[in-house]
Each structure stands twice: as structure tokens, then as C-alpha cells.
């Protein structure tokens, strides 16, 4: 009898969740390892999957990465149907792009000039035409830009569902660190402060943190923090509308709403190594986001998340073998890792599938 090849899964977040589940759902033997499941930055992403709001100067090649996100998601939610018989909602409203200023304004008209290069999906919309999709919204601001194609989908609810899915499909899931890793060209292991597991191929996806003593780069990447929060407030519904994705005095800002106006706010983006939400960071994007929503005045304050994204040096995504050959590591998802994960994950499962 043939027996099951065992994987190991370093980082719960959502690189390493959707990883376990397409190993799992191919028949692998997979153990997952996270001290705090589903708490990277995974827990303070909005969700969005919004590759062509989303393109910032120099990242033109992540477009064209992420323009098959919104196609895998759809499918990885099929696969997870088939286990869990749950239903994970992909909303695809597109996105509203504002700008708050005349000189928030040129920035739209400049993103236009470049989305349109790349031939994404756009078309102007002023109030008067669809009042209901400025709802909300600034009366100062009459005009926006339609992004089509963008959609959103909730962390909180991919890491339950995912983990629903592992759970049926035997995933082992072991609550502690990876202090180290090694590997011999035949087999890896995994070792925590309490124990040590063996398997014949291992992901590492630990996101912006520091990969585990013994694991060993093949090639130059790194990986740097970029601070963000999100807040969560009690507001506006705005679930059936694009979301609001807005310049405000040369920053951004967001907003999705999910039904019953539970509003997404971000984010934030700092270089900086120390934990929390700090004052100034939480005020200016409140205030940037009641600037564009001043709707949102009299929404109540839920929480605020935080998260480190996972930067490379040229800000894309990568899946680095390692150099024992059997571990691999999977970051570098930056401000898309949501959007990229079940893309992330069939490479996982390719990558085992060939080495095993
Ligand atoms: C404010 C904010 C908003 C965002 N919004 C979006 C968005 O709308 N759309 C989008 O696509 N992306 C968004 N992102 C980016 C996205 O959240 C990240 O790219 C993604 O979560 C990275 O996933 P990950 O699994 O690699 O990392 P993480 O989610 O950080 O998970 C890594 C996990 O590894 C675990 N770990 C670390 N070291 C070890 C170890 N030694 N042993 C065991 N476990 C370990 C950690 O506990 C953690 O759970 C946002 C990020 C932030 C911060």
C-alpha cells in the first residue's frame, strides 16, 4: 500500500492555510504549525481583492500577477464547498475611485492614464448619473472613476472556513513556534520547543516574520515589515455599492462595507518595527476617511487590527526553494497576500508534488 507523503506548513496565516488545504485536498499528511493562528496580518487585511485599484507606481507587473486572483478564488471557493458545503461570499462590487482635492483629482486622472495602459476596466461616473453610488460620500466630491473587476471577501471568514476544511481533511494543526528547520535532501524536520516532526517536504509561509534557525535562502530575498492598521466601525451600509477607494491630500484611503455596516478603514502604511496603533496613525485615518465619508460621523468604533505585510525588495511575491531542495518558502505578498493566496497555494502543491 501506498503510503501518505507528509508536508509541513510553518505560518498559519492565509499563505499557509490555503497551502494546508490544497496539500491536504491532493491526499498529503499535512501539520501546520502557528502559535496564534490566523493573527498575522491576516487578521487586519480589509479582504479586498482589487488588483486594478490597487496598481502603485513600479508594481505595473503585480497587475499582471494578480489579474487571475478574482478566477482562483472563485475556484479554491468551489474546492472548499466541496468539503466544508459552506458558501464563501466573493463580493464583486468593483471600485469607487475618489479624489478629495484638485490635486487628489490629477492623481485619479494619473492612475487613469495607467490603469488604461494596462487595459484595465474603467469608465467615469459622476453623482447626477448614480446618486446611489456616492451615497455617503462628500457632496464636494461629484465624479469618480468606476473600477470594474475589483472584489472583496472576508479574512476572518476564509481563515474559519479554511480551517473547517483542514480540520475535516486531517490537517494537524500544532499551536507553537518553529524555532528551526532542516533538512538532508530526503526528508525535513521541524522543530519546536516542545517537540520535533518529520515530513517529506515543508512550506515555510511565516509572512513578515523572521524565518526559523537552519532554514537557508537559495536565492536573494528578503522580507521587511511594513506596518498597517485597519479600523472597524459600526456605520453606513454601503455592502451593494463599489468600494470607496479615495486619495486625500496625496495619501489613500479605503473603505469596505460589508452588510449591516460593519466598514472596513484602512490603512496605514509605515516602516516601523514597534507593535500597536498609535494615536497619530488612527487619527489621520479617520479623519482622511470622514473627509471622503462624512456619512461615518456618527459610526461607532468596533477595533482596530494591526499587521506587519510581508515587503520584498522589488515588492513581489515570491516562492523561493530553499537549499536543502525540500523546503520552500512562500512571502513577499505585501498589500496582495489575500488576493494571491490561492494562488500561493497551488504553487505550494506544485512545488511538493514535483519534489516528493
Ligand atoms: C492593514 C492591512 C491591510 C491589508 N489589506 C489587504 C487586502 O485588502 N487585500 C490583500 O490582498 N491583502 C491585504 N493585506 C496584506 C495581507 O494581509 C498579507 O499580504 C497576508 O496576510 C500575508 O499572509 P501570510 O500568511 O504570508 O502572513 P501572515 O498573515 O502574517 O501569517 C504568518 C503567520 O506565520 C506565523 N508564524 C511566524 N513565524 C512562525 C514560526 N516560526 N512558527 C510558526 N508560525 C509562525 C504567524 O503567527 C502568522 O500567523 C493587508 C495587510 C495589512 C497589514
Not at 496565516?13 to 493573527?39: C, E, H, K, N
Not at 460589508?258 to 514597534?274: C, F, K, T
Request: aromatic share 6%.
Amino acid at each position: 500500500m501506498k503510503t501518505a507523503k507528509r508536508a509541513l506548513v510553518v505560518g498559519g496565516g492565509v499563505i499557509g492555510l490555503t497551502s494546508a488545504f490544497q496539500l491536504a485536498r491532493r491526499g498529503w499528511l499535512v501539520t501546520l504549525f502557528d502559535p496564534s493562528l490566523g493573527r498575522g496580518a491576516t487578521w487586519a487585511a480589509a479582504g479586498m481583492i482589487a488588483p486594478s485599484a490597487e496598481i502603485g507606481p513600479g508594481e505595473e507587473s503585480n497587475y499582471e500577477l494578480q489579474s487571475g486572483a478574482l478566477e482562483a478564488w472563485r475556484t479554491f471557493a468551489a474546492e472548499l464547498r466541496e468539503i466544508t458545503k459552506k458558501e464563501l461570499s466573493i463580493c464583486e462590487t468593483g471600485t469607487l475611485l475618489l479624489g478629495w482635492d484638485g490635486s487628489d483629482r490629477r492623481l485619479v486622472d494619473q492612475f487613469a492614464l495607467v490603469a488604461a495602459d494596462l487595459g484595465v476596466a474603467l469608465r467615469r461616473v459622476s453623482r447626477a448619473e448614480r446618486p446611489s453610488m456616492f451615497d455617503g460620500v462628500s457632496d464636494r466630491i461629484a465624479e469618480g472613476l468606476l473600477v470594474d473587476g475589483d472584489a472583496w471577501l472576508d479574512p476572518d471568514q476564509v481563515v474559519a472556513h479554511v480551517s473547517e476544511a483542514n480540520a475535516q481533511l486531517g490537517v494537524t494543526i500544532v499551536s507553537d513556534s518553529v524555532v528551526s528547520v532542516c533538512g538532508d535532501g530526503r526528508h525535513v524536520q521541524a522543530v519546536t520547543a516542545h517537540d520535533s516532526f518529520e515530513g517529506d517536504v515543508g512550506i515555510i509561509a511565516t509572512g513578515a516574520d523572521a524565518l526559523p534557525k537552519g532554514a537557508t535562502p537559495s536565492g536573494s530575498h528578503v522580507v521587511r515589515p511594513v506596518h498597517g492598521i485597519t479600523v472597524r466601525v459600526r456605520g453606513i451600509d454601503r455592502s451593494t455599492q463599489p468600494m470607496i477607494r479615495s486619495f486625500v491630500r496625496g495619501n489613500t484611503v479605503y473603505m469596505v462595507s460589508r452588510p449591516g455596516g460593519y466598514d472596513v478603514l484602512g490603512a496605514s502604511s509605515e516602516e516601523r518595527l514597534e507593535a500597536g496603533a498609535q494615536v497619530g496613525e488612527v487619527q489621520r485615518l479617520l479623519r482622511d476617511a470622514l473627509d471622503v465619508v462624512p456619512a461615518l460621523e456618527t459610526a461607532v468604533v468596533l477595533e482596530t487590527r494591526e499587521g506587519n505585510r510581508p515587503a520584498s525588495d522589488d515588492l513581489r511575491p515570491f516562492f523561493e526553494v530553499l537549499v536543502d531542495g525540500r523546503w520552500a518558502w512562500s512571502s513577499g505578498h505585501f498589500r496582495h497576500g489575500v488576493t494571491l493566496a490561492p494562488i500561493a497555494a497551488r504553487e505550494a502543491l506544485r512545488f511538493a508534488e514535483r519534489v516528493a
